[in-house]
């Protein structure tokens, strides 16, 4: 079974910017793509961005050019940069990890979940 640990989230201004981190422990040694889910109250949960072993990418429409993942393999963490927050951004993010390359379709482990608040 793996584990995840997120940290990082908590109360930010529109605009500004916050830092999550996810480390995996456990079996971890058939994960590949490692991530990040959200679900904002009322809406349906949203894949922000996905990271693979090899480094390959994959972000939400809705966070372009704002966000920024990146993974330490040798940690097992994966980091969630985000930039320009708005409060559409409030949600809570969960970290997720998958055996295969994406996550848009499976999704194997699930963390506990950090919640991210911005103010207008």
């Known amino acids: 079974q793996v584990q995840l640990v997120e940290s990082g989230g908590g109360l930010v201004q529109a605009g500004g910017s916050l830092t999550l981190s996810c480390a995996a422990s456990?079996?971890?040694?058939?994960?590949?793509?490692m991530g990040w889910y959200r679900r904002a109250p009322g809406k349906q949960r949203e894949l922000v961005a996905t990271i693979s072993t090899g480094g390959s990418t994959d972000y939400g429409d809705s966070v372009k050019g704002r966000f920024t993942i990146s993974r330490d393999n040798a940690k097992n963490t994966v980091y969630l940069q985000m930039n320009s927050l708005k409060p559409e951004g409030t949600a809570v993010y969960y970290c997720?990890?998958?055996?295969?390359?994406?996550?848009?379709?499976?999704?194997?482990?699930w963390g506990q979940g950090t919640q991210v608040t911005v103010s207008s």
């Open positions: 456990g079996s971890i040694f058939s994960i590949n793509a």
């Open positions: 997720v990890v998958d055996w295969g390359e994406s996550l848009r379709y499976s999704v194997r482990g």
